[in-house]
């Protein structure tokens, strides 16, 4: 698993992968333009280059770029879903040009509107934006289900594949604490085994790509998306470690979204957390498939 975090670009492109380092990511995720802004940040070749230098001489394996907050492909409103399609297209181009291993999405929200023509205006909006760019990887993320927002259950996350024309382009990020709170029991081995079996069913286990690890504030099936730190949540440290010891999970990016101590985003210490705690969550399961190992917990 390459375990990371999400950090800033600012100052240039560059400086993601010099923080990334910094932290010991083997994956980092960014932002390409600002999250509360429609307007792009003006990247040119150079920019691309040397960020493809910094990673190639860092330990940084993989790179995902996040698509920024204001999108909502399944808009009914035509300028919202015309700026997202513009901006979700500018990300996936930025993807192509310094080899990220995909776009993470958001899918959109229904609002107060039906969930079905919702689906099919961000399937249309995503084919577009693929159609749009070369080989960049867009990854649909599951929500926790707040409001309208699509993509809570594995249902509507293979209907909006199907909406876009199920491209091979076209694959999953799964986030931890948005599973618990949309309901998915998974702090525990076979609980997070029966979870993913439905989903990758649905979705086909050849769509899923990459992962987010965030602890949870809010309970589960509250439909709140409040991250935590890593085992100060109510999935805890024995439910991240499950999630970060799942054998299917093995060799994707994992990149943490959590708050830090002061809020300022994961610390090279909360990624050391991570690994530990993904080496307890593996040591568990050995010992629960060893003779005689516990039949059940963590």
Request: charged share 25%; proline share 5%.
């Amino acid at each position: 698993m390459l375990i990371g975090a999400h950090v800033s670009p600012a100052g240039g492109l560059v400086k993601a992968v010099e923080r990334g380092s910094e932290r010991g990511c083997r994956a980092i995720q960014i932002f390409n333009q600002s999250p509360r802004m429609w307007r792009p940040t003006a990247f040119g070749e150079e920019d691309f280059a040397r960020f493809v230098q910094a990673q190639g001489d860092s330990e940084i394996e993989a790179v995902l770029i996040h698509a920024v907050y204001l999108l909502n492909c399944a808009s009914d409103e035509r300028e919202i879903a015309d700026k997202s399609l513009t901006a979700l297209t500018q990300s996936l181009r930025i993807g192509d040009a310094i080899g990220a291993r995909a776009v993470v999405l958001h899918p959109g929200s229904a609002k107060a509107g039906a969930v079905a023509p919702a689906i099919a205006r961000a399937g249309g909006v995503i084919a577009e934006a693929l159609a749009e760019s070369e080989h960049c990887p867009l990854h649909l993320e599951n929500t926790a289900g707040a409001g309208g927002t699509l993509g809570r259950s594995f249902e509507e996350l293979a209907q909006l594949v199907d909406a876009a024309g199920a491209p091979a382009r076209l694959g999953l990020c799964l986030d931890s604490c948005h599973l618990l709170a949309s309901g998915f029991e998974v702090r525990r081995p076979e609980a997070l085994t029966d979870v993913l079996d439905r989903c990758l069913s649905l979705v086909g286990p050849e769509r899923l790509g990459s992962l987010h690890l965030n602890d949870s504030l809010s309970p589960l099936g509250s439909n709140r998306d409040r991250h935590a730190n890593v085992g100060e949540g109510e999935l805890g440290r024995e439910g991240c470690a499950t999630f970060l010891s799942e054998p299917r999970f093995d060799g994707l990016p994992c990149v943490l979204e959590t708050p830090g101590e002061d809020r300022k985003g994961p610390t090279r210490e909360d990624i050391e957390l991570a690994v530990t705690v993904r080496e307890e969550g593996r040591r568990a399961r050995r010992d629960r498939t060893a003779p005689g190992g516990a039949a059940g917990g963590l």
